[in-house]
């Protein structure tokens, strides 16, 4: 005789109850969490490592005097009051003043300029826009001695090229009205290609239904470019002036290095140049480190202006 089980235990035999999940299960926002900090982390210790370290130490090691020997002796603030009467200093401070003044708008337009060119996508604009970016992919140091050679007074192709159309070359590096110009034209021949990468992506994050529209309104290529391409160009034109002034203060130590050497007559010696000097050259580690700690400062209050200036923050309301 045969027995019959009853429904509801049958139901509850073949229907097995649902896992719970584990109590000790993160979140999705703690696995969220813990994979950006993962992610964060191999910069994080780069950057503790060899900037934020560094930069400390460097500040400490304003306040010794540093022998050859590798001897310290406290002498607090006596390496600030010694830049402040250093007329050396000053000077290289005014010709890095002349220099970021000079080359930061220049480079600016150039770059924007070609930004603006290269999104009309002529013919052969993929070429251009590589020939004109791979100057940044050489080193400066190489960029330097190519353009000595190229700017040598007897044998530079600069010089020949003006003789042959009936000009008269010049000491393009040798003449103190001339070198720190020179430098500076190199300088935008080097970095004009990064920066038009830079403003070419802004350019393209701009909706092109907006120009349609001004278009249509009959708004010209100028009025277009104040009413529409200015102002959604903002943060863009932002992060260049602040990359490009930070590069200007503290960048082209190679370029100097191989071409000048701070010369003709300290005509291009930059702070950064004659900080190098001090610290390798002759040995004051400590003198350079007081003398570097104040370029940060200087360079830290030079991009508040320019944040007060350009109005950043306000973005999104002058969109």
Known sequence: MTSVAAPGRARETDTAAPARPGRNRMSRKHREWLAAGL?????????????????????????????????YEWVGFGNYERMFQDPMFWESMKITGIYVVVL?????????????????????TGFF??????????????VGLLWKFMLDDQV???????????MDGESWLGEPALAL??????????????YMIIFLAGLQEIPSEYYEAARID???????????TWPLLKPTSFFVLIMSTVAAMTGGL???????????????SLAIYYIYTQAFGFGEYGYASAMGSFL????????????KVTGSGRFDDDR
């Open 296 to 307: 940060v400062l200087v360079m830290v209050l030079f991009s508040a202006v320019i944040f």
């Open 129 to 142: 826009r590589t020939a004109l970016f791979l100057p940044y992919m050489i080193s400066l140091a190489v």
């Open 181 to 194: 110009g020179t430098v500076i034209a190199i300088m935008v021949w080097v970095m004009m290609g990064y």
């Open 218 to 228: 009959g708004a010209g290529p100028w009025t277009q470019f104040r009413s529409i």
């Open 39 to 71: 992610f964060i982390l191999p910069d994080g210790l780069g950057l503790l490592l060899f900037v934020g370290i560094p930069m400390l130490l460097s500040i400490v090691l304003g306040f010794f005097q540093v022998s050859g020997f590798g001897s």
């Open 104 to 124: 930061v708008p220049v480079l600016f337009c150039v770059s924007l300029a070609l930004g603006l060119l290269m999104k009309q996508r002529l013919p052969g």
């Open 156 to 166: 530079g192709v600069v010089n020949k090229s003006l003789h042959a159309l009936g």
């Open 254 to 268: 190679d370029l100097i290095f191989t071409m000048t050497q701070g010369g003709p007559a300290n005509g291009t």
